[in-house]
């Protein structure tokens, strides 16, 4: 199983971004997607999640109105569209892949798999 997040770089205050994360390896029709961040000297947190069919989502309080999460089980990849970027933002950002089960949590910090992760940088 491989995930491979990219799309990272430097962006202004109140910038948009969107990062990528190719999945492969799992059947994407089972698995619930997400991505999670960790600042420097904070523990890692969670971001968004999406459920298989996309009709379950997740999002953080802090990003909250600002992220849109979104998949494409056809190209076996995962979105997240970050808009009006702010410096609290800045954070190495992971995906992750769960088999997804109704029961538990959709959004937790033991997914199954996890992909190495992408910078994000938000500066002036």
């Known amino acids: 199983v491989q995930l491979q997040a990219s799309g990272g770089g430097l962006v202004q205050p109140g910038g948009s971004l969107r990062l990528s994360c190719a999945v492969s390896g799992v059947p994407l029709d089972d698995y619930a997607l997400g991505w999670f961040r960790q600042a420097p000297g904070k523990e890692r947190e969670r971001v968004s999640c999406?459920?298989?069919?996309?009709?379950?989502?997740y999002y953080a309080d802090s990003v909250q109105g600002r992220f849109t999460i979104s998949r494409d089980n056809a190209k076996n990849t995962v979105y997240p569209q970050m808009n009006r970027l702010q410096s609290d933002d800045t954070a190495v950002y992971y995906c992750?892949?769960?088999?997804?089960?109704?029961?538990?949590?959709?959004?937790?910090?033991?997914?199954?798999?996890w992909g190495k992760g992408t910078l994000v940088t938000v500066s002036s």
């Open positions: 992750a892949a769960d088999y997804y089960d109704s029961s538990f949590p959709l959004c937790y910090y033991g997914m199954d798999y």
């Open positions: 999406i459920s298989p069919s996309e009709g379950n989502t």
